[in-house]
C-alpha cells in the first residue's frame, strides 16, 4: 500500500492538533466559570450525564451534588425481565433487584448538597416503608416540583399485597406548596389525604395521576382556588364515589368501577380517555353525555369491554344514538379486530365533522372469531357512509391484514377526501413502549403482517403510507 505523500499526512495531523487545541479552549473557557453557574449548567442534563462529569478534574469531582434537575431513579429493563424471563435482560431476582435498588437511590440523595430539586422520579417494585418515607422526605425539603413514585408489582395480580401507605401525617405537607405534578402508583392513599393535598398543600397542582390505590374509595375533586388542570384516575378497583368540580380541568382520564358522576362541572375539559368497563358504559351511552361530549377536542375510548353479542347493539340502537361532536380533532379506539367492533369506529367517525386524526389501537388480533358467519363493513345497512371531510392522517396499531383491517382502511381512502397520511404499525399494542417490542418485531407473526401492509400500500400509490 502506497503512503500518503508528506504534505497530505502534515495537512492531516495540523488539522487534528489545531481541533484539541481548540476543544482545550473551550474546556479551560468553561472551568473559568464560577461554581453556580457549572451547576446550573450540570441540572439541565440527566442525572447519570451529570454524575460523568466527576472525572473531568478534580474541580468536577464534587460538582454534581449540586444537581437540582430531574432525579429519574428507574430500572425498566429489569422489571421487565422479571415479568418475562424469556427476554434474558441478565438481571438477577427480583429480591436482589430490589435490594440494589433501594441501595442506590439512597447513596445518591445522600450526597446531593442542594437546596432545591426540579423532579424526583421512582420507579420499582420496592415496598420498604422506612427508605420511601425517607424519600418522600427528602422530596419535601427540596421543594419538589414534580413528584412521581412508581410502585408497580412485578407480578400484577398481586399489585394490592404489601401496598406502601402514603403517610397521614397532614401537618408535614405544607411544603408541597410548590409541587405542580404529582403521579402516585401502586401507593396506598385515602380521599382525605389527596383532597387536603388539593385544597390546602398544594396551591399549585396541575397534574395528579393514581393509579392502583387500595385505599381509594371515594374522591372529590372541588376547590375555589383549584388550579387542577389534568386529573388520571386508573386501576381504581375499590372507588365507590367521585365528584368532579374543577373549572380549570383540561384532560380527564380514567378507568374503573361504573360510577355515576357528571360532567357539567368541568366547563373547560377538552381531552377525555375512557379505560376498562367504565369506557363501555360510555361508549353504551354517549347521547346521555352529549352536552360534555361536545366540548371535546380528544376521545380515547377502550371498546374491548363493550358487549357485540347484544342485541340492541347488533340492531344499531348504538350506532343512532350517537351525537354529534363537533369540536373533536383526535379520536383513538383501541378494540379488537373484529367487524361489529369496527362498524362502531365508523359511526364515531361521521359523527365528528371536523374531525384531523384517527387511532386505532387493535388488540388481540390473533384471537378472534371467524369473519364468515359475520357482515362486512360494506354490508352494514346502519351506515350511511358519508364523506368524512376533514380527516388528514389514520393511525393503525396492530394491523394484522385480514379482512376487516383491508376493508377499514379503503373505506377511510375512498371516504376522506383529504387523507394525508397513513401510518399501519403492525407491532402488537400492548407490547409498543416496553422492553418486549423490540423482540415482537422480530417474530414471523409481525413480519408477516408487515408484508401484508405493504401488499395494501401498495395498492394505493396516491397515498403517503409509513410502515415501520
Given at each position: 500500500?502506497?503512503?500518503?505523500?508528506?504534505?497530505?499526512g502534515?495537512?492531516?495531523?495540523?488539522?487534528?492538533?489545531?481541533?484539541?487545541?481548540?476543544?482545550?479552549?473551550?474546556?479551560?473557557?468553561?472551568?473559568?466559570?464560577?461554581?453556580?453557574?457549572?451547576?446550573?449548567?450540570?441540572?439541565?442534563?440527566?442525572?447519570?450525564?451529570?454524575?460523568?462529569?466527576?472525572?473531568?478534574?478534580?474541580?468536577?469531582?464534587y460538582?454534581?451534588?449540586?444537581?437540582?434537575?430531574?432525579?429519574n431513579?428507574?430500572d425498566?429493563?429489569?422489571?421487565?425481565?422479571?415479568k418475562?424471563?424469556?427476554l434474558?435482560?441478565?438481571?438477577?431476582?427480583?429480591?436482589?433487584?430490589?435490594?440494589?435498588?433501594?441501595?442506590?437511590?439512597?447513596?445518591?440523595l445522600s450526597?446531593?448538597?442542594g437546596?432545591?430539586?426540579e423532579?424526583?422520579?421512582?420507579?420499582?417494585?420496592?415496598?420498604?416503608?422506612?427508605?420511601?418515607?425517607?424519600?418522600?422526605?427528602f422530596?419535601?425539603?427540596?421543594?419538589?416540583?414534580?413528584?412521581?413514585?412508581d410502585?408497580?408489582?412485578?407480578?400484577?395480580?398481586?399489585?394490592?399485597?404489601?401496598?406502601y401507605?402514603?403517610?397521614?401525617?397532614?401537618?408535614?405537607?405544607?411544603?408541597?406548596?410548590?409541587?405542580?405534578?404529582?403521579?402516585?402508583?401502586t401507593?396506598?392513599?385515602?380521599?382525605?389525604?389527596?383532597?387536603?393535598?388539593?385544597?390546602?398543600?398544594?396551591p399549585?397542582?396541575?397534574?395528579?395521576?393514581?393509579?392502583?390505590?387500595?385505599?381509594?374509595?371515594?374522591?372529590?375533586?372541588?376547590?375555589?382556588?383549584?388550579?387542577?388542570?389534568?386529573?388520571?384516575?386508573?386501576?381504581?378497583d375499590?372507588?365507590?364515589?367521585?365528584?368532579?368540580?374543577?373549572?380549570?380541568?383540561l384532560?380527564?382520564?380514567y378507568?374503573?368501577?361504573?360510577?355515576?358522576?357528571?360532567?357539567?362541572?368541568?366547563?373547560?375539559?377538552?381531552?377525555?380517555?375512557?379505560?376498562?368497563?367504565?369506557?363501555?358504559?360510555?361508549?353504551?351511552?354517549?347521547?346521555?353525555h352529549?352536552?360534555?361530549?361536545?366540548?371535546?377536542?380528544?376521545?380515547?375510548l377502550?371498546?374491548?369491554?363493550?358487549?357485540?353479542g347484544?342485541?340492541?347493539?347488533?340492531?344499531?340502537?348504538?350506532?343512532?344514538?350517537?351525537?354529534?361532536?363537533?369540536?373533536?380533532?383526535?379520536?383513538?379506539?383501541?378494540?379488537?379486530?373484529k367487524?361489529?367492533?369496527?362498524?362502531?369506529c365508523?359511526?364515531?367517525?361521521?359523527a365528528?365533522?371536523?374531525?384531523y386524526?384517527?387511532?386505532?389501537?387493535?388488540?388481540?388480533?390473533y384471537?378472534?372469531?371467524?369473519?364468515e358467519?359475520?357482515k362486512?363493513?360494506?354490508?352494514?345497512?346502519?351506515?350511511s357512509f358519508?364523506?368524512?371531510r376533514?380527516?388528514r392522517?389514520?393511525?393503525?396499531?396492530?394491523?394484522?391484514?385480514?379482512?376487516?383491517?383491508?376493508?377499514?382502511?379503503?373505506?377511510?381512502?375512498?371516504?376522506?377526501?383529504l387523507?394525508?397520511?397513513?401510518?399501519?404499525?403492525?407491532?402488537?399494542?400492548?407490547?409498543v413502549?416496553?422492553?418486549?417490542e423490540?423482540?415482537?418485531?422480530?417474530?414471523?407473526?409481525?413480519?408477516?403482517?408487515?408484508?401484508?401492509?405493504?401488499?395494501?400500500?401498495?395498492?394505493?400509490p396516491?397515498?403517503?403510507?409509513v410502515?415501520?
Amino acid at each position: 500500500m502506497e503512503s500518503l505523500p508528506q504534505s497530505i499526512g502534515s495537512t492531516c495531523i495540523y488539522k487534528k492538533s489545531e481541533r484539541k487545541r481548540k476543544m482545550r479552549s473551550v474546556v479551560d473557557h468553561i472551568n473559568e466559570l464560577p461554581d453556580d453557574i457549572l451547576v446550573n449548567i450540570l441540572s439541565r442534563l440527566t442525572m447519570k450525564e451529570a454524575v460523568r462529569t466527576s472525572i473531568i478534574s478534580s474541580r468536577w469531582r464534587y460538582l454534581w451534588r449540586g444537581f437540582s434537575g430531574c432525579l429519574n431513579f428507574d430500572d425498566p429493563f429489569t422489571m421487565a425481565n422479571s415479568k418475562w424471563p424469556h427476554l434474558n435482560l441478565k438481571s438477577g431476582p427480583i429480591n436482589v433487584e430490589r435490594h440494589k435498588f433501594v441501595n442506590w437511590v439512597n447513596q445518591v440523595l445522600s450526597s446531593l448538597e442542594g437546596h432545591c430539586t426540579e423532579e424526583l422520579r421512582i420507579c420499582f417494585d420496592v415496598f420498604s416503608n422506612h427508605d420511601i418515607d425517607n424519600w418522600i422526605k427528602f422530596a419535601l425539603e427540596r421543594r419538589v416540583r414534580r413528584l412521581e413514585l412508581d410502585f408497580s408489582r412485578v407480578v400484577y395480580n398481586f399489585r394490592f399485597v404489601g401496598q406502601y401507605t402514603f403517610p397521614s401525617h397532614l401537618e408535614f405537607y405544607s411544603s408541597f406548596r410548590h409541587l405542580t405534578d404529582l403521579s402516585l402508583t401502586t401507593v396506598g392513599i385515602t380521599g382525605e389525604v389527596l383532597e387536603h393535598l388539593l385544597c390546602y398543600c398544594c396551591p399549585v397542582l396541575e397534574v395528579l395521576n393514581v393509579a392502583e390505590s387500595s385505599s381509594l374509595t371515594s374522591l372529590k375533586v372541588s376547590g375555589p382556588s383549584l388550579k387542577l388542570k389534568h386529573l388520571k384516575l386508573n386501576n381504581l378497583d375499590n372507588l365507590k364515589d367521585l365528584q368532579l368540580h374543577a373549572p380549570n380541568l383540561l384532560s380527564f382520564e380514567y378507568s374503573g368501577p361504573i360510577l355515576p358522576f357528571s360532567f357539567r362541572n368541568v366547563p373547560n375539559l377538552v381531552d377525555a380517555s375512557f379505560w376498562g368497563c367504565f369506557s363501555a358504559y360510555i361508549a353504551r351511552n354517549l347521547c346521555q353525555h352529549s352536552i360534555f361530549l361536545v366540548q371535546l377536542h380528544t376521545l380515547k375510548l377502550d371498546t374491548c369491554h363493550l358487549l357485540i353479542g347484544d342485541s340492541e347493539y347488533r340492531a344499531g340502537r348504538y350506532l343512532h344514538d350517537i351525537p354529534e361532536m363537533c369540536h373533536l380533532k383526535h379520536l383513538e379506539i383501541i378494540g379488537k379486530p373484529k367487524v361489529n367492533d369496527l362498524i362502531f369506529c365508523i359511526a364515531l367517525l361521521e359523527a365528528a365533522p371536523s374531525l384531523y386524526k384517527f387511532s386505532l389501537k387493535l388488540v388481540s388480533q390473533y384471537d378472534y372469531e371467524s369473519y364468515e358467519s359475520v357482515k362486512t363493513i360494506k354490508d352494514q345497512p346502519y351506515l350511511s357512509f358519508t364523506e368524512l371531510r376533514s380527516i388528514r392522517v389514520v393511525e393503525l396499531l396492530g394491523f394484522v391484514g385480514h379482512t376487516a383491517d383491508f376493508e377499514l382502511v379503503m373505506y377511510l381512502i375512498f371516504s376522506a377526501k383529504l387523507l394525508e397520511k397513513i401510518i399501519i404499525d403492525p407491532c402488537s399494542t400492548w407490547r409498543v413502549g416496553t422492553p418486549a417490542e423490540l423482540i415482537w418485531r422480530e417474530t414471523a407473526e409481525y413480519q408477516s403482517a408487515r408484508r401484508r401492509a405493504f401488499e395494501l400500500a401498495a395498492k394505493f400509490p396516491l397515498w403517503e403510507f409509513v410502515i415501520p
